[in-house]
């Protein structure tokens, strides 16, 4: 039997907390989009996409972009 880590299940539960448009957010940033390139593709401000990073970050408690992208990377390759 293999024991999930208390933390795989804390980002998980994290994604869920995601709203649409934050997930969507970081499908750009995983196309290596920039906030300004993100906003202009999602007819946005660049201070809105900048804000909706931020509060990715903090929802699944991390600190870069990069780390964000794992995030959700390595939740979808658990869900296969």
Request: hydrophobic share 35%; net charge positive; with cysteine.
């Amino acid at each position: 039997m293999v024991k999930e880590s208390p933390g795989r299940n804390r980002k998980s539960s994290a994604l869920r907390a995601l709203t649409p448009r934050e997930r969507e957010i970081l499908h750009w940033i995983a196309e290596g989009k920039r906030d300004s390139e993100i906003a202009a593709i999602l007819n946005l401000g660049v201070r809105t996409v900048e804000q909706h990073v931020r509060t990715c970050l903090r929802k699944l408690n991390v600190e870069t972009r990069t780390a964000a992208c794992a995030v959700v990377w390595r939740s979808r390759s658990d869900e296969s």
